[in-house]
């Protein structure tokens, strides 16, 4: 016991305390109804935006050995795009994106020049039962797409919609599994640099550009 674990009580809602081991691993909720001043990151209280959730990742809140970020199910998140930069879970932890509450959570491009989501430099995270949805203007962006992912390490991604985008998703210089997921209708291609995907399991592929499938 230490002072850090006095914080962590305090930070992370859940957090319980075994010796050398930690159960209940922090959990941190979105919700378009919270409030990113006044909220605390928990179910009771939620955060409110993406913007807000960059913001507390890149304050190093999630540095811990297994985090959940959560986007409330059935609502829109479409601020800012969604980044994870250097992000490494402490003693072989996981990081996950997912939904909570009823349905899917979609988070949006916010503009046609900015990915859903991306992750650089990260390692050992999970994106799970969301969706996402990319704004594509007049230009086609080819560079933009719903899940941009770049030098990372023990990624998978299950049950995920990808609408849209110059790509579904691009897993660059990453060994990458995707399981259960949608890629539809992307500009350009579906899955870029197909030789970083490790795994591919039960993957849809609908409408498309010149290139619906593969790069």
């Not at 990081?95 to 949006?108: E, M, P, R, Y």
């Not at 399981?179 to 197909?194: D, E, F, L, M, S």
């Not at 970083?196 to 409408?207: I, N, W, Y």
């Amino acid at each position: 016991y230490s002072y850090a674990t006095e914080q962590a009580y305090f930070l992370f809602p859940g957090y319980t305390y075994r010796g050398t081991k930690r159960e209940n691993m922090p959990s941190f909720y979105f919700d378009n109804n919270g409030n990113d001043t006044t909220g605390n990151g928990s179910q009771a209280a939620p955060w409110k935006t993406v913007a807000k959730c960059n913001a507390v990742r890149a304050a190093g809140t999630f540095n811990a050995e297994s985090v959940t970020i959560a986007f409330k199910g059935g609502q829109l998140f479409t601020d800012a795009e969604l980044i994870f930069i250097a992000q490494t879970p402490s003693a072989g932890g996981r990081l996950v994106v997912t939904s909570w509450g009823s349905g899917q959570a979609t988070i949006k491009s916010s503009s046609n020049a900015r990915h859903c989501v991306s992750f650089t430099n990260c390692q050992n995270f999970l994106l799970k039962n969301i969706k996402l949805e990319h704004l594509v203007g007049s230009g086609n962006d080819t560079d933009h797409g719903c899940l941009y992912i770049q030098n990372c390490s023990g990624v998978a991604i299950e049950d995920v919609d990808c609408l849209g985008g110059g790509f579904g998703v691009s897993p660059v210089s990453t060994s990458t599994t995707i399981k259960r997921t949608a890629i539809r209708y992307p500009w350009n291609v579906g899955i870029g640099c197909q030789s970083h995907v490790q795994t591919l399991v039960d993957v849809d592929f609908c409408g498309g550009g010149y290139n619906s499938s593969f790069s």
